[in-house]
Nanobody
Framework: TQELMESGGGSVQSGGSLRLSCAAS?????MAWFRQAPGKEREGVAA???????EYAKSVKGRFTISRDNAENTLYLQMNSLKPEDTATYYC?????????????????????WGQGTQVTVSS
């Protein structure tokens, strides 16, 4: 059984929008989105704690919005003003820990659970 299931990826032109979703089947406190482009390291995009506190990578701040529905145990990523450099496989991540410091929220080593990824392609 997959603990995290992403959906919502696809192809869009530069300047367009996409919304990603991630449904969790385990108890978690912090959730995040990471992405990995071919030949590059997986990088943190945005994270949200159980109390609603958020962190964003500088490259997406002001364009992407992370949110969660705690009742449905679902994570979202609204991506606006998409650029070709946003093209990557996007992964949902989650962890039950309530002791991750805010400056660590975009570190992939802090997360126990991972989704299988969903592809986002932005054409110019």
């Amino acid at each position: 059984t997959q603990e995290l299931m992403e959906s919502g990826g696809g192809s869009v032109q530069s300047g367009g929008s996409l919304r990603l979703s991630c449904a969790a089947s385990v108890d978690i406190y912090v959730m995040a989105w990471f992405r990995q482009a071919p030949g590059k390291e997986r990088e943190g995009v945005a994270a949200i704690e159980g109390d609603g506190s958020t962190e964003y990578a500088k490259s997406v701040k002001g364009r992407f919005t992370i949110s969660r529905d705690n009742a449905e145990n679902t994570l979202y990523l609204q991506m606006n003003s998409l650029k070709p450099e946003d093209t990557a496989t996007y992964y949902c991540a989650a962890d039950p820990s309530e002791t991750i410091f805010s400056f660590q929220l975009l570190e992939k080593a802090k997360y126990r659970y991972w989704g299988q990824g969903t592809q986002v392609t932005v054409s110019s």
